[in-house]
């Protein structure tokens, strides 16, 4: 039985983290929330570390847990409003539309996100979540989202810049969200910065009634 650290509408999803040696708070905060026809996931990574990046982080997460809208690029730009005067964070976030089954994301700084395919034998097998620089509070580039048909099965995962890019690639699809969230971080975190892996598991349209009807 894998561990599940929590179930929304169309996911199931767990996640790891550790602030960085000689913290107590860390600046990286991941979110799951309803909104309109489907569900927000998002990591922040306050600037820097400490409480001021953890206050901005939380800042961020609470802005993100008031919205109702699903359009990820007011989404941002309503963030970055609230964060003016703040450390600014990193920020990466998708929706999933729960009945089109498409995961529309959006990534500002350098929270890395991959989509790893349930049937490796789509092509491409993964895709990364292109990222512009730019700082949510401070800074924000032109915006620009993108959509992707995903399937029941599909692991989304978000990571901020504590774990190393290599994790990437060590994604293990048979692993259940909070089992692969713990290793990615084990493998491929450090102690030098607040660090913190996102896992989600996308699930077939019946799952959320009748859990033991998914496909997989
Ligand atoms: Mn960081």
Redesign the pocket.
């Known amino acids: 039985m894998p561990l599940l650290l929590g179930r929304a509408p169309g996911v199931e999803w767990g996640f790891a983290a550790t602030a960085m040696a000689g913290q107590s708070r860390s600046?990286?905060r991941q979110l799951v929330h309803p909104v309109r026809g489907g569900t927000l996931l998002a990591v922040a990574?306050g600037l820097g570390h400490g409480d001021e990046a953890a206050d901005a982080a939380a800042r961020c997460a609470k802005v993100l847990m008031g919205s109702k809208s699903g359009r990820v690029i007011p989404l941002v730009r309503t963030c970055h409003d609230a964060l003016i005067g703040s450390r600014g964070v990193a920020l990466s976030l998708a929706v999933l539309d729960v009945a089109s089954r498409e995961l529309t994301w959006l990534s500002v700084g350098n929270v890395r996100g991959v989509l790893v395919r349930a049937d490796e034998r789509t092509v491409p097998p993964r895709e990364e979540l292109l990222s512009r620089g730019g700082i949510v509070g401070l800074r924000l580039p032109a915006l620009h989202a993108s959509t992707l048909s995903v399937e029941a099965g599909d692991l989304f995962v978000m990571a901020?810049?504590?774990v190393d890019v290599g994790f990437v690639s060590s994604v293990d699809t048979h692993l259940g969200p909070a089992e692969l969230a713990t290793a990615l971080l084990a493998q491929h975190g450090g102690a030098t910065?607040?660090a913190l892996v996102f896992v989600a598991r996308l699930l077939g349209p019946l799952s959320d009634a009748a859990p033991a009807a998914r496909a997989r």
């Open positions: 600046g990286d990574d901020t810049d504590g910065d607040d």
